[in-house]
């Protein structure tokens, strides 16, 4: 039997707020156990919640980020389950009227062996904003459990799709894509180590061909765009043979265990009225208006979709590479800088593309902390495009800008890579190197166009690799046709 994967996922984004969602404690990441859990957070008796404009201002920017509804009324409710890390018993979310409504976001789902690349429109469901819980921390006293509410009402917006993936790959495109999105927009700062972005997948398989549904299992907390890979593959695979030995899956929450690659449930899955939704009697209907919005609006960076075409009409960049800058916001803003500041667009771009992201990547770093800055690139690109230095040069120099070792003309002085462009010297060579290597010259002139590649070799060899190379492609084909 041949079967389909279905694939939806849910999305916790935290917030970029100073302060929790429903008081005026820390959001600070990384204080010590306990430190941030203000009267509210630990849900003392006649403490009442006051809502975060700031959050309400960041789920907006993400609704017209996907061209969402955003309903003028959504309203806060209670989500009731009972856990140690839950002090008030209940958790403040939204669920039948959430501040974002229906969405779409459009994925590249990149080549694999078997396709090409394609793109795919993902539905969002709707976005909602909730306060996190706290989290049990185990082994910090031997046999024993501890809780830290230092997390418990931290601001969330809940992101989620329609079942509209049909494989893993299309879902970590989604996800990749999203976290891209979120942090273009400023509304989160996208680190997954620290829990910032974590996904829910929920996962069923069903007979291809067929429209109903397979029973889900919701993958938990993965904070990772492998693991999710990988925990999507096992999951698909795991439910596949089971269902072909005669068995019947569970709904349930599943955990991913990144040491085995492997699955396993962790509890079964609760249904929506389950927890008892209803409206918070603390919290007023959220009003949002069409002066919130244009406010919002006008505080919104151009979106990634956009700038791609600009890059295409004004710097007659690819759609490839236009779509590479624009993976994220800050490689973005470092090619732009990079232009502005004298380099050739084409140029600039397979630069940040190629040294400069081959560098960072080895060295796990962002571009924010590139120690080459996008004005140095500039003015290694010019020493290039005016002749001072060849491309074999610039590497050299490249690599010791990186290094810390000086200004770009500085370090072309000192290690002595100034090309060589006089005609006069360069026809000295060229001479030198015709007189020694009659034979090559014989092949060339017998029709051997390998031999003329031979001879320029000699030649830049000769030169030491200061030669200027279009002149002495010019001046040796002059020198041989004479």
């Not at 990441?29 to 959050?55: D, W």
């Amino acid at each position: 039997m041949q079967w389909e994967v279905v694939i939806g996922l849910e999305t916790h984004v935290q917030l970029q707020t100073k302060s929790k969602q429903f008081s005026g404690a820390s959001t600070t990441y990384g204080a010590a156990p306990n430190t941030q859990a203000c009267e509210v957070s630990i849900a003392l008796p006649g403490v009442l919640p006051v809502l975060n404009k700031q959050a309400v201002d960041c789920a907006i920017k993400f609704g017209l980020a996907i061209d969402a509804d955003i309903p003028p009324i959504s309203v806060f409710s209670r989500k009731n389950y009972f856990y140690p890390d839950l002090p008030k018993g209940y958790q403040i979310s939204q669920f039948e009227l959430p501040v974002v409504g229906k969405g779409t976001v459009t994925i590249l789902v990149p080549a694999s062996k078997n396709t090409e690349a394609y793109e795919k429109v993902i539905n969002i469901t709707r976005a909602h904003l909730e306060e996190d819980a706290g989290k049990s921390v185990h082994g910090a006293v031997e046999g024993m459990s501890g809780i830290d509410l230092n997390r418990a009402g931290t601001p969330l917006l809940e992101i989620v799709t329609e079942p509209d993936m049909r494989s893993a790959a299309e879902a970590v495109a989604y996800a990749k894509k999203l976290h891209e999105l979120v942090q273009w927009i400023g509304i989160c700062d996208g680190n997954m180590q620290e829990g910032s972005f974590r996904c829910d997948v929920n996962v069923s398989v069903r007979p291809k061909g067929t429209e109903k549904f397979g029973t889900r299992r919701e993958i938990k907390n993965l904070n990772s765009f492998k693991f999710m890979l990988q925990a999507i593959e096992y999951e698909t695979q795991w439910q596949i043979e089971t269902l072909e030995d005669g068995g019947t899956i569970q709904q349930a929450t599943v955990l991913f265990n990144p040491d085995t690659g492997e699955t396993r449930a962790m509890r079964s899955k609760e249904e929506a009225n389950d927890y008892r939704y209803f409206p918070d009697p603390d919290l007023l209907p959220l009003a949002v208006t069409a002066a919130d919005k244009a406010r919002v609006m006008a505080d919104m960076p151009m979106l990634p979709q956009a700038l791609q075409a600009q890059f295409v009409r004004d710097y007659a960049l690819s759609s490839y590479d236009a779509n590479a800058l624009t993976s994220s916001k800050a490689i973005a803003d470092y090619f732009i800088a990079t232009v502005q500041a004298g380099a050739e667009p084409k140029q600039a771009a397979n630069w940040v593309m190629g040294a400069v992201s081959a560098k960072l990547n080895a060295e796990e770093k962002s571009i924010l902390d590139s120690p080459l800055s996008a004005t140095q690139l500039a003015a290694l690109l010019k020493r290039i495009s005016d002749g001072t230095i060849s491309n074999n040069a610039a590497k050299q120099v490249f690599e010791a800008m990186w290094a810390g070792e000086g200004e770009v003309d500085a370090i072309i002085d000192a290690k002595g890579l100034k090309q060589v462009s006089d005609t006069g010297a360069i026809a000295a060579i060229i001479d030198g190197v015709l007189a020694a290597n009659p034979a090559m010259v014989a092949e060339f002139k017998a029709g051997k166009e390998k031999a003329f590649n031979a001879l320029v070799g000699q030649c830049m060899k000769a030169s030491q690799g200061k030669a200027n190379p279009a002149q002495v492609n010019e001046l040796l084909k002059q020198k041989l046709s004479a």
